[in-house]
């Protein structure tokens, strides 16, 4: 990855490290979009509005009954009338016992490790007491992806030269700012708020002891100095999405691990080719290779390799060691989440984030056993990687990632499984996956069966490396996928299955003026939507997508959309939150009742030439001297009531 401008924002940027090229006919896309009537470019909107005028009346056909909000960018956040958000926690706020008040002019590793870390992406409510469906007291838990240096302390100015500033304190500071947060929150009198001595608060960091387990698990290219045995490890770095299991444990996604290590061995050290096909090079984003050996990939060539992988623990025991599945294999992951197959196999749909990468799927060995926990623990220590091919009829083929199966042998470099899982990426080549644009969220849909795959963007897809599921060259906004397991809409899903069918569910970007658009035609000019980042479903199978990457230039803020999935509304996305100027928008999740939405405000004052000192933005507290904060929110139907209905 090469050096970005410095007046670039933080905000890791994925230039792709994939060489695999693979041209496919042009014109395939327009044959998986013209299957389905609604889904129409915004060149042929106006005749087919014509035709069905009831359709591109304002408010459309979409079954979601909220004024949409307008496209607009600002210091502040919006919601859509008749809603209100509150902030639930911010960075800094107190999350353990004894943890200080929040004093941004003078940190602490030691206060930030009991605090709420920073830059907040996956969150997931998990009910109290476990097992409840209780929809006003739960266990917050929330990834720390990564830290802005240049928003974090005063007097290191804007930009990516900040990071290299950091002081040796300060780089603990932003360790300890990483990982995760299990937070009690409870809901009274309408207000969500942290419980302060909640006896399951707990934070995870970059120091946080760890067990790697599965196929991998004490390789030899896992193996370091501070552990010879390739089986623990410290902490956990940039979490971004994640899921959970139906065994109640959470599952985080470690993605872009690459940039917290440097050296010379990146490239003339004996792992350089596997280090270029992960993005792992000379220069480190941040200061942490000059204080801490394991960041220095001269004196500890491997520890890249522990980085990288699902992580699995127990929100319910504090005391839980998180443990790093390495049979849901290596890269740079976004996103887990499960279904449960027909068969009562469990099946986590996972992305790796970067340009020209794959989507994979993990179908454990053995079925879910509901009433036997003890059987569930290690269920994702068992089973099947696989890679999903794209093929233009239509159809896609999930293919296993198992050693001694086609190419992956040892005449090709793979000596066992282990080594297949910690080369992910280049066993998935050779396999001949499709390079997607970008995948972020990978979801099912409990209503339907249908798994939602959210392409980011991919500025560097050019005509000759179309494929038939990323069908647009410079895909500046991205665009989501929709995958139909065998199935889907009966309510015995084989999720498991290795094939599958595909359909495009829309093409972002503004209608009219950005090429190769597809939504609903009564699409608005405020529900278009550019770069889908993550997703969840309401109780109706409605799909809502947060965004990361909106064009600020064009005046357009990072949002929560939402739109029907099936029926008249599909693919008519409606604007419902927008964000303060600099943030995206992450992890969006329902209390089981669907009357409360959580979401992560991410980066808020990531712009260009934003600085502690001179942010772009003082959200959410508006105060002097007090740096813009990533938090939590929580948004409600003012009165009560379901979101969005
Ligand atoms: Fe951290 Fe793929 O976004
Ligand atoms: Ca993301
Ligand atoms: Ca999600
Ligand atoms: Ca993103």
Redesign the pocket.
């Given at each position: 990855m090469p050096p970005l401008d410095d007046a670039e924002p933080l905000e890791i940027e994925d230039i792709g490290s994939n060489p695999t090229r693979r041209e496919t006919l042009a014109g395939i896309a327009e044959r998986r979009f013209s299957r389905r009537g609604m889904l129409v470019g915004a060149g042929a909107a106006a005749a087919l509005a014509a035709a069905g005028p009831a359709l591109a009346e304002a408010e459309g056909p979409s079954s979601l009954g909220f004024r949409e909000l307008s496209h607009r960018l600002g210091q502040r956040d919006a919601v859509a009338e008749g809603y209100e958000s509150q902030v639930v926690i911010r960075w800094g706020d107190p999350v353990l016992a004894d943890a200080p008040p929040f004093d941004p002019a003078a940190q602490t590793a030691a206060a930030q490790a009991q605090q709420f870390g920073y830059n907040n992406?996956y969150l997931d409510f998990f009910p109290l007491p476990r097992g409840s469906a209780s929809s006003d007291h739960g266990l917050l838990v929330v990834n720390h992806?990564y830290t802005n240096t240049n928003l974090i302390f005063p007097g290191l100015g804007a930009g990516r030269s900040a990071a290299q500033k950091a002081s040796a304190e300060q780089s603990a500071v932003e360790q300890a700012a990483h990982g995760l947060s299990v937070v009690e929150i409870r809901r009274q009198d309408g207000r969500w708020a942290p419980v302060r001595d909640g006896r399951l608060n707990r934070r995870i960091t970059a120091a946080t002891p760890m067990r790697i387990s599965g196929p991998a698990a004490g390789h030899e290219r896992l193996k370091t100095n501070a552990d010879p045995t390739g089986t623990r490890v410290l902490g956990t770095l940039n979490n971004?999405s994640g899921g959970n299991t139906p065994w109640g444990t959470v599952l985080t996604a470690e993605?872009n691990f690459n940039v917290y290590f440097g050296g010379a061995a990146a490239t003339s050290g004996a792992q350089r080719d596997h280090y270029k096909r992960y993005g792992i090079i000379a220069e480190s984003n941040y200061a942490w290779p000059r204080y801490e050996d394991r960041f220095n990939l001269d004196k500890e060539p491997n520890e890249p390799n522990r980085f990288g992988w699902v992580v699995e623990f127990d929100p319910y025991d504090p005391d839980s060691v998180p443990v790093k599945r390495t049979a849901l294999g290596h890269f740079k992951h976004?996103a887990c989440n499960h279904a449960i197959s027909a068969d009562g196999r469990v099946v986590i749909y996972m992305g790796d984030?970067e340009r020209f990468e794959y989507i994979y799927k993990f179908v454990t060995a053995r079925p879910f056993a509901p009433n036997d926990p003890a059987a569930n623990r290690d269920l994702l220590d068992e089973g099947t990687l696989y890679v999903a091919r794209f093929a233009d009829d239509g159809t896609l083929q999930w293919m296993p990632l198992v050693h001694g199966e086609g190419p992956l042998t040892a005449a090709n470099g793979f000596a066992s499984q282990a080594e297949v899982l910690i080369e992910t990426r280049r066993a998935a080549d050779l396999l001949g996956a499709t390079p997607m644009d970008r995948p972020?969220d990978v979801e099912p849909n409990p209503a339907t069966g249908r798994v939602y795959a959210m392409l980011t963007n991919n500025i560097s897809r050019t005509t000759q490396r179309l494929n038939p599921a990323n069908p647009r060259a410079a895909n500046a906004h991205g665009h989501v996928v929709e995958i139909i397991p065998p199935g889907a809409g009966t309510g015995r899903v084989d999720h498991a299955a290795t094939t599958a069918t595909w359909e495009i569910f829309l093409m972002a970007g503004k209608p009219g003026l950005d090429p190769g658009t597809r939504y609903h035609r009564a699409t608005s000019d405020q529900g278009w939507l550019s770069c889908p980042?993550n997703c969840a479903f309401d109780k109706h199978g409605r799909l809502w997508i947060t965004t990361?990457g909106a064009p600020a230039a064009a005046g357009v803020a990072d949002g929560l959309y939402a739109a029907d999935t099936r029926g008249y509304g599909r693919a008519l996305p409606r604007l419902f939150y927008q964000a303060p100027t600099g943030a995206e928008v992450c992890g969006p999740c329902f209390t089981p009742d669907g009357e409360t939405i959580f979401l992560a405000i991410q980066h808020p004052g990531e712009d260009p030439g934003s600085s502690y000192d001179r942010p772009s933005t003082r959200w959410p507290d508006f105060q002097e001297g007090m740096p813009p904060r990533p938090s939590v929110i929580a948004t409600t139907r003012k009165g009560g009531g379901e979101i969005g209905s």
């Open positions: 992406d992806e971004c993605e976004e984030d972020e980042d990361d």
